[in-house]
């Protein structure tokens, strides 16, 4: 008898569990495709995380990429910047080194120009002009003398010229004289 009892129980325990199937099969079934449901959205989100874990490492390696090419670009405005400036200074130098040539070549014509003056006096040149010129005042002079010789002795023959000349010219006097006397005398002879 226990064992039908068993039986019994048992057929009750698997009746109550088809009317509990029947019942909750439903719900169960309903419970199993939702579950397979959120499985495949769980899938898909999963799926849809994995892109967009790829996309993000797209994006940070291309947001890595922009900041070492963002830091390249301000690297090179920071260096035009610097030889923006430092042509710009040496602009300045070149103008101020200008300027000061053109001091410079005035300060070099004026050196030209003193020098030149200062070659008219040189000292080897005025003595080696000196010396040419006290030669050229010797012979002036010596020529000077011989001149002044000559001239005293050209002087000198002049006055004896000059009285010969007077001499002769009393002699010529004195023979027209006679030779006047004489013709006279012959004409009053005659």
């Known amino acids: 008898m226990s064992d039908t009892l068993s039986l019994n129980k048992l057929e009750k325990i698997i009746e109550l569990e088809t009317q509990l ?29 994995i892109e967009l874990e790829k996309t993000i490492a797209t994006q940070l390696a291309a ?18 910047r610097e030889l923006h400036n430092r042509s710009e200074n040496m602009k300045e130098e070149v103008a101020a080194a200008k300027s000061r040539l053109k001091i410079l070549q005035k300060d070099l014509a ?6 030149a003056e200062l070659k008219k ?15 050229k005042l010797a012979e002036k002079t010596m020529a000077a003398d011989k001149l002044q010789k000559s001239l005293s002795q050209t002087k000198a023959e002049k006055a004896e010229l000059e009285l010969k000349v007077k001499e002769l010219e009393a002699q010529l006097e004195a023979a027209q004289t006679k030779l006047a006397t004489s013709e006279e005398g012959n004409q009053e002879a005659a």
């Open 21 to 49: 199937r029947d019942e909750y099969q439903k719900q169960l079934d309903d419970k199993d495709s939702a579950m397979a449901e959120l499985k495949r959205d769980k899938a898909a989100l999963e799926t849809q995380v």
């Open 63 to 80: 947001i890595t990429e922009l900041s070492g090419k963002s830091n390249d670009t301000q690297a090179l405005e920071q260096r035009n």
């Open 110 to 115: 004026a050196e030209r120009a003193e020098l």
């Open 121 to 135: 006096y040189d000292p080897q040149r005025l003595r080696k002009n000196l010396d040419g010129n006290k030669k």
